[in-house]
C-alpha cells in the first residue's frame, strides 16, 4: 500500500526552508514535519468549514425562495452573516448536561465525529497536489471511517439519558446500516471501472467520461445511499415532530447544539465532494479555470441538488425506507455491479 502526502510535502519544504533560515539546523525536519502537519489540518478545517457554512447560508435561502420567504437577509449582504450571528447567540448561552447524562461520553462524542470528518476531508483531493493523504486504499478507508457513524451517533443519543433521544438514534442505526450494503456494492464497482481504490487514480480515470456517464444505475443507487448516510430529507429519521421531537439533539444544550449544526452541513459537504470526486470527474475541466475552481464549482451544484431534494420531497415512513433499501437498492447495485464487468472488465 503506496501512501504520500503531495500538499504535506509542500508544506513540508516551506517550513522546513523557513525554520532552517530562523533558527538554524538545530529544529531539523521532526520539528518542521510535525508543524507542516498542523499547518494542512488547520488549513484543511478552515476550508471546509467555511464551505460548510455557506452550505448552510445557501440552504436557508434556497428553502427560503421555495417557500416564498425571503430568508435571512438583515445581517451581512444577502443576510451571509446571519449562520455567524445564530453562532454567537447559541455559543454565548448556558452549557448545560442532562441529569441522567453519560456526562463524559456524552460530551465527548460529537466532538469526536467533527474530528473525524475533518480527517476524512484530507483523504479527498481537491486538486492534483492538494491532497493529506493520498494511499492506494483512499476510497476504502473513507468508507470504514464512515460505517463508524451509526455506533458514534447511537453513543450521542444514548449517553444523553433520553428514551427519545435513544430511540432515535437506534432508528439512524438501522437505517445506516440497511444502505451501506449498496454503498460498498458500488464502491467495488467503482474501483473496477478505475483499477483501484485511489482517490487521484479515480478522477484520473474519468478524463474521457465521468462514472455518472458510465454507470448511471450506479450514480443513481450512490446518491440515494449518500442522503441516507448524510440523513437528509427523505431519510432525516432522526426527526420526527409528532415522535421524537428533535431526535437524539433532543436534551443538548445550545453551544453542542451548534457543533450538530456545523457537524451537518459538514456531513453535507463532504456528500458532495465524494459524488464530485467519484462519479462527476472531480477538478477535471476545460483549462479556463483552475482545478480548485472546477471542483467547487461542482460541489455546490451537487449540494444545491441535495438541498432542493430537501425542499421537495417528504420525509420516508420507517418501513418503507427500509424496504427501499433492502428489496430495491441492494438489487440494483448488484446488477451494476454485474452490468460494469460486464461491459468494462471482461
Do not use: H
Amino acid at each position: 500500500m503506496e501512501i504520500s502526502s503531495p500538499a504535506v510535502s509542500n508544506y513540508f519544504s516551506a517550513i522546513s526552508s523557513w525554520t532552517s533560515v530562523t533558527f538554524g539546523p538545530s529544529l531539523g525536519p521532526p520539528v518542521a514535519l510535525l508543524v507542516s502537519l498542523v499547518a494542512f489540518f488547520i488549513a484543511v478545517a478552515l476550508i471546509f468549514s467555511i464551505a460548510s457554512y455557506l452550505m448552510g447560508w445557501m440552504e436557508r435561502k434556497v428553502i427560503a425562495r421555495a417557500q416564498s420567504r425571503r430568508g435571512p437577509t438583515y445581517v451581512g449582504k444577502f443576510g451571509i452573516l446571519q449562520n455567524f450571528a445564530d453562532l454567537i447567540k447559541l455559543v454565548s448561552k448556558e452549557w448545560i448536561t442532562p441529569t441522567l447524562a453519560d456526562k463524559p461520553l456524552f460530551s465527548l462524542v460529537l466532538p469526536v465525529v467533527v474530528a473525524s470528518m475533518i480527517l476524512l476531508f484530507t483523504f479527498i483531493p481537491l486538486t492534483p497536489s492538494f491532497l493529506g493523504i493520498n494511499t492506494t486504499l483512499g476510497l476504502f478507508a473513507i468508507f470504514v471511517v464512515i460505517s463508524f457513524y451509526p455506533l458514534l451517533l447511537f453513543f450521542a443519543g444514548w449517553t444523553s439519558g433520553n428514551k427519545f433521544a435513544s430511540i432515535s438514534a437506534q432508528r439512524s442505526i438501522v437505517m445506516m446500516v440497511s444502505y451501506e450494503i449498496p454503498l460498498f456494492l458500488v464502491i467495488v464497482a467503482v474501483s473496477m471501472l478505475s483499477g483501484g481504490f485511489g482517490m487521484v487514480n479515480i478522477v484520473n480515470s474519468q478524463s474521457s467520461f465521468w462514472f455518472a456517464v458510465k454507470m448511471p444505475i450506479g450514480f443513481l443507487v450512490f446518491f440515494i445511499v449518500m442522503l441516507a448516510e448524510l440523513e437528509r430529507t427523505p431519510f432525516d429519521l432522526r426527526e420526527a415532530d409528532n415522535e421524537l421531537v428533535a431526535g437524539w439533539l433532543t436534551d443538548v444544550s445550545p453551544p453542542y447544539y451548534a457543533l450538530a449544526l456545523l457537524l451537518d452541513y459538514m456531513r453535507l459537504c463532504l456528500g458532495s465532494l465524494l459524488i464530485t470526486v467519484i462519479f462527476l470527474g472531480g477538478w477535471l475541466g476545460p483549462s479556463f479555470l483552475p482545478p480548485f475552481v472546477w471542483t467547487m464549482i461542482k460541489l455546490v451544484v451537487v449540494g444545491l441538488v441535495i438541498i432542493l431534494v430537501r425542499v421537495t420531497v417528504f420525509r420516508m415512513r420507517v418501513d418503507r425506507m427500509l424496504r427501499s433499501g433492502w428489496m430495491y437498492l441492494i438489487p440494483l447495485s448488484v446488477f451494476n455491479l454485474l452490468l460494469t464487468f460486464i461491459i468494462f472488465v471482461r
